[in-house]
C-alpha cells in the first residue's frame, strides 16, 4: 500500500522557511516523479514543485520561483520543499504526491499525472 506521509507544516512570519519533508512507503520511490501541490482556502489547487525521479528534471510554478527548491532522496525515500522568503500568499495545505507513471523522466506540472497523494501539512505564513 503506497503511503505519502508531509511533514514540517507549521506557523511562520513573513520572510521566514521551513522545509517540508515527504517521506514515502509502499513503492519503488526512485522510480517516481515526485510534485508539491497547494491548495489554500477557497481556491483551487496549485502547482508548486515537481521532481523527475532521477532529480534532473525540475520546475517550479512562477509564484514560488527563486524562493522554493525542491530535493529528493532516494536512499531515504523522501522529498522534500526548502521554503524561504515566505510570504503570507503561500499560506495553504501543502500536499505531496507520485507520479501515475514509472520509469518516466518526466516531471509533468499537470496535476491528473499524480495519483498518490498524502494527507498534507499546513502551512501559515503570518504577516
Known amino acids: 500500500q503506497v503511503q505519502l506521509v508531509e511533514s514540517g507544516g507549521g506557523l511562520v512570519q513573513a520572510e521566514g522557511s521551513l522545509r517540508l519533508s515527504c517521506a514515502a512507503s509502499?513503492?519503488?520511490?526512485?522510480?517516481?516523479?515526485m510534485v508539491w501541490f497547494r491548495q489554500a482556502p477557497g481556491k483551487e489547487r496549485e502547482f508548486v514543485a515537481t521532481?523527475?525521479?532521477?532529480?534532473?528534471?525540475?520546475y517550479y510554478g512562477d509564484s514560488v520561483k527563486g524562493r522554493f527548491t525542491i530535493s529528493r532522496d532516494n536512499v531515504k525515500n523522501t522529498v522534500y520543499l526548502q521554503m524561504n522568503s515566505l510570504k503570507p500568499e503561500d499560506t495553504a495545505v501543502y500536499y505531496c504526491?507520485?507520479?501515475?507513471?514509472?520509469?518516466?523522466?518526466?516531471?509533468?506540472?499537470?496535476?491528473?499525472?499524480?495519483?498518490?497523494w498524502g494527507q498534507g501539512t499546513q502551512v501559515t505564513v503570518s504577516s
Open positions: 521532481i523527475s525521479r532521477s532529480g534532473i528534471n525540475i
Open positions: 509502499g513503492l519503488i520511490f526512485s522510480s517516481y516523479a
Open positions: 504526491a507520485a507520479d501515475r507513471a514509472t520509469f518516466s523522466s518526466r516531471a509533468s506540472i499537470m496535476e491528473y499525472e499524480y495519483n498518490y
